[in-house]
């Protein structure tokens, strides 16, 4: 499975929701998760991330975002159509430590 990282987080660019051809992709206040057992792996949506925060299980340590990403996919709606991003987006970009910032 793929993941949303915590990149995503205060910029929620959405350009991933429009590639996924499941329609994986779930929406919290300030970012994304995936659903991990609906993903189908196909990686399409990774190169789309401005953020790069979409990255494969495969990396190491990626459990506890695993569990992250399915805890937020069973409680948020799901997301389909791209919007605007926050307005923070792109000062937010890249920056460390977003874990603060995260609102459920
Ligand atoms: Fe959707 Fe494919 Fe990305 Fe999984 S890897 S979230 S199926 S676009
Ligand atoms: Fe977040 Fe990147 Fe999608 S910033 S909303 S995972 S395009």
Redesign the pocket.
């Known amino acids: 499975t793929y993941i949303?990282n915590d990149?995503?987080i205060a910029?929620?660019?959405?350009?991933?929701?429009e590639v996924c051809p499941v329609d994986c992709f779930y929406e919290g206040e300030n970012?994304?998760v995936i659903h991990p057992d609906e993903c189908i792996d196909c990686g399409v949506c990774e190169p789309?991330?401005?953020?790069d925060?979409?990255r494969p299980d495969t990396e190491p340590d990626m459990e506890k975002w695993v569990e992250f990403n399915r805890k937020y996919s069973e409680m948020w709606p799901v997301i389909i159509t791209k919007k605007d991003p926050l307005p923070t987006a792109d000062e937010m970009d890249g920056k460390e430590g977003k874990m603060e910032l995260f609102s459920e």
């Open positions: 949303v990149s995503c910029c929620k660019y959405t350009d991933c929701v970012m994304l789309e991330c401005p953020a925060a979409i």
